[in-house]
């Protein structure tokens, strides 16, 4: 069984839905491993499982952002699903692809991903749309969510330093200044992302969330404000 993009998972916020279709694609690449390319399914079981809790991230932070009155019931279903893809990532490194696991991927997560677009996600795209905004990312700011051993940038502020610096949205950063995000943690990652120092930041990053290639940029030191008067 597999799940492909259609206008009924639309939630009409852009951000929400250009995440659906991606993380869609994902099961689909899995799926199609699971057919004709079994040495691809651990590969393809760690980028969905590392994208599906940074879209989860994107939309708990939306909730947040826009007050969602039924935020903690959402995160508990995120926070479900993450517990039991965990497992099945466990078991396939246990047992490998077994006859079980292809009806749990292809039955259970094909089923709960589905079920939660069209019911629990749709009910938070109205949300936000009644709220008056229907962008995900507030605008003009620059945003980023983890993702897995890394941030993923989600929007850049115009002019700003990561706009200088060469970073686009969808973009994943993986180091700065030598050191891994996972090294950093969240916090010291963003921290040095606001702050980069008088000799500026290097970046390394995988070029629109692409695993296959990293490339360096260089984050500026922020300049200084004008003197007063």
């Excluded at 039991?84 to 991927?105: A, K, N, P, S, V």
């Excluded at 502020?157 to 610096?165: D, E, H, I, Q, Y």
């Excluded at 970073?167 to 891994?180: M, Q, S, T």
């Amino acid at each position: 069984m597999s799940i492909a993009w259609s206008a009924a998972f639309a939630t009409g916020v852009p951000e929400i839905d250009r995440q659906h279709r991606e993380l869609l694609d994902h099961v689909g690449t899995l799926i199609e491993a699971m057919r004709s390319d079994p040495s691809a399914v651990g590969r393809a079981l760690d980028f969905l499982g590392d994208y599906t809790v940074s879209h989860f991230d994107t939309e708990e932070r939306l909730m947040e952002h826009h007050a969602y009155p039924g935020a903690g019931a959402h995160r508990e279903l995120h926070a479900g699903f993450v517990r039991t893809f965990g497992r099945l990532r466990f078991d396939y490194d246990l047992d490998g692809l077994t006859e079980g696991m292809t009806d749990l991927i292809g039955g259970w997560m094909v089923d709960w991903l589905k079920h939660h677009i069209l019911e629990t996600d749709r009910a938070l795209g109205r949300f936000i749309l009644a709220s008056g905004e229907a962008q995900a990312v507030p605008k003009g700011g620059t945003w980023v969510v983890p993702s897995g051993q890394a941030l993923r940038v989600l929007s850049v502020a115009p002019g700003k330093g990561l706009a200088r610096a060469g970073v686009l949205p969808g973009d994943l950063i993986l180091a700065l200044g030598g050191k891994r995000v996972s090294e950093l943690g969240v916090q010291g990652a963003v921290a040095a992302l606001a702050a980069p120092g008088p000799g500026g930041l290097t970046l390394t990053v995988h070029p629109g969330g692409d695993r296959e290639r990293i490339e360096t940029r260089f984050l500026p030191r922020r300049s200084a404000p004008p003197p007063a008067g």
